[in-house]
């Protein structure tokens, strides 16, 4: 029996990083699927391919929850970062009306800069999932950031301050509208929502693999590789393969 994303909600004053704290707590006792943990103090989040994620204090919202989608296969994996990134996604939309979009695999990107990342740590037996680990960071109340990234937060961009608390609860009924997509297995409508919000697709954009070419994007499939057409055809790359310049 599913229970719902933020069916608890657990606040702790510290932590490393909420995705460690879950993967390692889950080794020591049974957790319910869809508890969620968040601190105000992350001293050392993880972010994808093994980079840091920067939060800072009482202004960056950091969180995760554990599910346990034991009905998808291995190669089905993608549509959990799909949907997660579609949901974070909208609750920006639709809360602060900004003009975020989702830059393949899943950063939220606003104006060119990083609003928002989301990290999906998966445990598969067999071939088949079987728990999932999901981190979302967002920058919220941050006014500036460390010089090498190009980050912005909610607040540089609309007059919100935010309570993060209050964001989480917000949030919670768009993570379980995507998460029941997922659970009915309705890749058209996650596929038609996450197009709708990608960035470049279909547009005319400039790459960078084993020297620069354009290109187009074209699809993105069920395991996370990205189509790219040219004028040689279509040719698909993982995400360490390929660059946006
Ligand atoms: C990325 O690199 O874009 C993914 C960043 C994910 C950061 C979040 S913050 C909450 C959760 N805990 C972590 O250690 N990482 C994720």
Redesign the pocket.
């Known amino acids: 029996m599913f229970n719902s994303i933020g069916s608890s909600v657990i606040k702790i004053d510290e932590l490393?990083?909420?995705?460690?704290y879950l993967q390692q707590i889950s080794k020591l006792q049974t957790m319910n699927e869809g508890v969620l943990v968040w601190t105000e103090r992350?001293l050392?989040?993880?972010?994808?391919?093994g980079?840091i994620?920067y939060?800072k204090e009482g202004e960056?919202l950091?969180?995760?929850f554990i599910l346990s989608p034991t009905f998808l296969m291995a190669d089905e994996q993608f549509y959990l970062s799909k949907a997660f990134s579609i949901a974070v996604n909208q609750y920006l939309v639709k809360k602060f009306q900004l003009k975020v979009q989702i830059k393949w695999p899943?950063?939220i990107l606003l104006n060119g800069k990083?609003i928002a990342?989301?990290?999906i740590e998966n445990n598969i037996l067999g071939n088949k999932l079987k728990q999932s680990i999901v981190?979302?960071?967002i920058n919220m109340n941050n006014q500036v950031f460390p010089e090498q990234l190009r980050a912005t937060s909610v607040l540089l961009n609309s007059a919100h301050k935010v309570d993060l608390r209050e964001c989480i609860d917000e949030m919670i009924p768009f993570l379980n509208e995507m998460y029941s997509l997922v659970i009915l297995k309705q890749w058209k409508e996650i596929d038609r929502l996450y197009f709708d919000s990608l960035y470049g697709y279909k547009k005319n954009l400039r790459f960078h693999s084993d020297g620069y070419f354009n290109g187009r994007i074209v699809r993105v499939d069920e395991v996370g590789y990205i189509y790219i057409e040219t004028d040689a055809g279509v040719k698909k790359y993982t995400f360490k393969e390929v660059m946006f310049c």
């Open positions: 490393d990083s909420t995705n460690l992350q050392c989040g993880r972010g994808q391919q980079n994620w939060s960056s950091t969180f995760s899943n950063d990083k990342g989301i990290l981190g979302i960071g």
